[in-house]
């Protein structure tokens, strides 16, 4: 069983900065890749930044690119995701993931587990 805790989150104005952490506790070595989603009301959650363990590879959706970085603890089973120059558009309910396979990482459905969420709110 593995479990994702994630915290950083709050309120900020536009052009602002937050860090949001996230730990991995029980059987975590399972996991290979860590990745953070946003979801807004009425929205599908979707895949913002992504780090492959082994090679510490990252990706970033298009949205975030250049503003976020998505990097690992010195525990294996940290990761962070730096956000900066933060706009509105960025506000939602930020949860951490991993998985165990790889695959498509914007793909929702493969990632095995998820930590509760914590909220960004940015404001203009």
């Not at 479990?3 to 709050?10: D, F, M, P, Q, R």
């Not at 979707?46 to 970085?69: C, K, M, N, Q």
């Not at 998985?99 to 940015?122: F, H, I, K, L, P």
Request: charged share 20%; hydrophobic share 30%; with cysteine.
């Amino acid at each position: 069983h593995v479990k994702l805790v994630e915290s950083g989150g709050g309120s900020v104005h536009a052009g602002g900065s937050l860090r949001l952490s996230c730990s991995a506790s029980g059987d975590s070595d399972v996991i290979r890749i860590l990745g953070w989603f946003r979801q807004v009301p009425g929205k599908e959650r979707e895949g913002i930044a992504v780090l492959y363990i082994r090679s510490r590879t990252t990706a970033y959706d298009d949205s975030v690119e250049g503003r976020f970085t998505i990097s690992q603890g010195d525990m294996q089973n940290t990761v962070y995701l730096q956000m900066d120059s933060l706009k509105p558009e960025d506000t939602g309910m930020y949860y951490c993931a991993g998985r165990t396979a790889y695959g498509v990482w914007t793909d929702v459905a493969g990632w095995n587990y998820w930590g509760q969420g914590t909220q960004v709110s940015v404001s203009s």
